[in-house]
């Protein structure tokens, strides 16, 4: 048998089977200057086997090698990951010819409008309608993750479903300079212009890149003039306003302000929650609304961010058979919420909104009062605090002055039988729940 067996064996006897199975994913495990290395298919399996098993692979360690150990983690995936991204980031240097390459899946019809975005969407629209008729450029700019690529890419979509034969050149800012490069190289600037000579719509991504690049920009000054004339739709996208770019040449700057310049910023809760709820809906994700509303609250800006954690959600909940609850969500979360300094409910806030919310005064619901009232804010509140944090059944029980745990328990359980029969108080209560993980 080899390290990693040996070491399972140790405390198998309290594994269930899945536990087990799963834990037979492990690829090796090696013993090396006294550290334990063990070698995992990712990264995800990694941090579920280090929460829930680190401490007894350390004590079986222990027991079997006579020796307490630290224990590295070796991703696989990763490490093979980089290098293939590394290797295909080569080959797109070595072959510059891929230029159309605009991603069907960003449309019109998945991006998630807000206040925060609606000019933008909506000028990107008209502009698919008129081509370079109306905003000619259309600069668009905002701040990491908010969606310029994304509007990018479904104003091409939607002209080529209007127009198949339209002429749509993507590209970024950076490619767009070693291409230039590329061709220069090969003495060969003409053909690097004759194939922006016939686009009906030119879109340039992240034009923030061309700062500095002087030749770059002169290039691009003298391809953007000569669409212009015949007048050929050109949409720009930038980190920030033109007047904010530094390095770059007056009269180009001049040139992206010339027509039309909207932001995208940052969603509200209410974007953010529709967004999360759409990428959930396309993921095939059922996710309970107060995780929605933990995701929207724990993630200020980036969508990106609020996609990469509904992946998260995602992987772990199918790593471990478990479905999506606030608990498991703070626990898959817990990295960003600690880095986002996101505070955990405390139990006080919430008697005193359930009781607020019941007219019941907070000395009631903590004493001994058998009103029908009180009781079932008591036992909404008990529910919502065993729900909202991640206190124990003691540490509850204590805070609302009981005894015995099982005064909670029993409390849940109540809330839990009422809640399936009466639809209006599953509505209360998840109303409630909604209204004190906003406050
Ligand atoms: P940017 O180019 O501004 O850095 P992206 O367009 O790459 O941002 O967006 C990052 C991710 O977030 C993409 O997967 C995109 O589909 C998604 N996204 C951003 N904004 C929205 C939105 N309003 N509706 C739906 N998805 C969005
Ligand atoms: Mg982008």
Avoid at 57 to 83: H, M, N, P, Q, R
Avoid at 184 to 192: A, H, I, S, Y
Avoid at 231 to 248: A, F, M, N, T, Y
Wanted: aromatic residues 8%; hydrophobic residues 40%; proline residues 2%.
């Amino acid at each position: 048998m080899d390290l990693w067996n040996n070491l399972i064996s140790v405390f198998a006897n309290k594994l269930n089977k899945t536990q087990l199975n799963l834990l037979g994913g492990v690829e090796k495990a090696e013993f090396k200057d006294g550290k334990l290395y063990i070698h995992t298919p990712d990264s995800i399996y990694r941090d579920w086997l280090k929460l829930n098993f680190e401490e007894d692979i350390k004590k079986s360690v222990a027991i079997l090698l006579g020796e307490k150990t630290d224990i590295f983690y070796i991703v696989k995936k990763e490490k093979e990951k980089e290098k293939e991204e590394r290797k295909i980031n080569e080959e797109v240097k070595e072959k510059p010819y891929i230029l159309t390459n605009i991603n069907p899946k960003y449309t019109f019809s998945n991006f998630i409008v807000g206040s925060c975005n609606k000019v933008a969407y909506a000028s990107c629209l008209s502009v698919a309608e008129n081509l370079g008729k109306i905003y000619n450029p259309l600069f668009i700019y905002g701040g990491i993750g908010l969606g310029k690529t994304h509007l990018l890419h479904a104003t091409a979509n939607y002209l080529l479903s209007i127009n198949p034969n339209a002429n749509v050149i993507y590209t970024t800012a950076d490619t767009f300079m070693s291409e230039l490069i590329y061709f220069m190289k090969n003495g060969n600037v003409l053909e690097f212009r004759r194939r922006y000579k016939n686009v009906d719509l030119l879109l340039i991504d992240d034009v923030q890149f061309l700062e500095g690049k002087e030749r770059t920009q002169i290039e691009l000054y003298h391809i953007f003039n000569a669409l212009y004339l015949i007048g050929k739709q050109v949409i720009l996208s930038s980190d920030s306003p033109p007047k904010s770019l530094k390095g770059i040449q007056e009269r180009l700057r001049s040139r992206f302000s010339s027509g039309l310049v909207v932001e995208v910023k940052a969603p509200d809760l209410t974007t953010k929650l529709n967004i999360i709820s759409k990428k959930a809906k396309e993921k095939n994700l059922n996710i309970p609304s107060d995780v929605k509303l933990l995701i929207a609250k724990t993630i200020n800006t980036n969508v990106r961010e609020l996609e990469s954690s509904l992946y998260r959600l995602k992987a772990y909940s199918e790593i471990l058979g478990k479905p999506i609850t606030l608990k498991l969500a703070r626990e898959v979360l817990k990295d960003i919420l600690e880095l986002k300094n996101v505070e955990e409910l405390s139990i006080e806030k919430i008697q005193k909104e359930v009781a607020s919310y019941f007219s019941v005064n907070l000395n009631e619901l903590l004493g001994n009062s058998r009103k029908k009232q009180v009781r079932m804010a008591r036992q909404v509140a008990m529910y919502l605090a065993r729900y909202l944090t991640t206190k124990s059944l003691k540490d509850i029980s204590k805070a609302f002055r009981r005894k015995h745990h099982t005064t909670v328990l029993n409390a849940i359980e109540k809330v839990e039988k009422s809640m399936e029969k009466d639809r209006k108080f599953k509505l209360t209560v998840e109303f409630l729940k909604e209204r004190i993980m906003s406050l």
